[in-house]
């Protein structure tokens, strides 16, 4: 058994820490390419393209800090 294991709250922290990371990631990035958006004059493209780098991002980031073992 690990350090990590059987403290109390450890596993609620995780899941959290994951949950927000996939959730700013493409509120970022969404926000950012709607500012493009609103620069450019373009309607919603950058904010879709925005929202999904961010999500990919995201998606990255937790591989990489939770999902190697």
Not at 9 to 23: E, F, K, M, N, R
Not at 24 to 39: F, N, Q, R
């Amino acid at each position: 058994m690990s350090d990590q294991q059987g403290r109390p709250g450890q596993g609620d922290s995780l899941v959290w820490s994951v949950v927000a990371t996939l959730v700013a990631g493409p509120a970022v990035w969404g926000a950012i390419g709607y500012g493009v958006d609103k620069l450019a004059g373009t309607d919603r493209v950058f904010l879709g393209i925005g929202v999904i780098v961010g999500f990919v991002t995201s998606l990255y980031l937790v591989y990489v800090k939770y999902g190697r073992g």
